[in-house]
């Protein structure tokens, strides 16, 4: 399995991946493939493009701001979202983001407080949620992947920092949270960026 990199292949990751067609992917394999490398490396989540296979898909590891269970093989929220869409957005984050398929290039993104979603679970079945807080973040961030849209194409400033850099800069800045209500409009103004 591969790590796709903006070193590279950074045009591989900029495209938009396909739908998951029940009868005729293996998409079970895929999601072995996810498991496999999100408990072997610290990420907090992980879109089957960045290991090579373009299918719309999230496989949530860890959707709490404890960057300590990213690194622990034991803790895996294990949530596989198939073909997800999102229904509505509402409020402000502001959050510190790096990604595997980054290199140590991170930046301020602002995202959604909460994402109401739909998606297919693993047996086929239609599902309906909203993820609010650090959960609707680290979605909102796999699910640029999968239309090839990286946090680096957000982040008004993008340095690089080592995974420890990271980590204390998070400690000092952590996760903020602007509003739980409003509408949220910088997608608009993401789209017009790119």
Known sequence: MNRITIENDEQYLRQISTDIDFEK????????????????????????????IPKRMIYLKNTTTDMSKNRDA?????MVLINPVIISQ?????????????L?????????????????????????ETFEGFKATVFSHEYDHLNGI??????????????????????QHPYEILSKDNEYKLEKEKSEKL
């Open 104 to 128: 140590d290039f991170v930046g301020i993104v602002d995202r959604p407080y909460a994402v109401e979603i739909e998606y297919y679970t693993i047996d086929g079945k239609l599902h309906h």
């Open 90 to 102: 509402r409020g402000h984050t502001r959050f510190l983001e790096r990604c595997a398929s980054c």
């Open 150 to 171: 990286l946090h680096i194409d957000l982040a008004p400033d993008v340095c690089e920092m080592t995974l420890e850099e990271t980590k204390t800069y998070r400690d």
């Open 74 to 78: 034991n803790y895996d929220e294990e």
């Open 25 to 52: 992917d293996n998409y079970m394999d895929y999601i072995k493939a996810l498991k496999e490398y999100c408990q072997n490396n610290a990420v907090y989540a992980l879109a089957p493009a960045q290991i090579g």
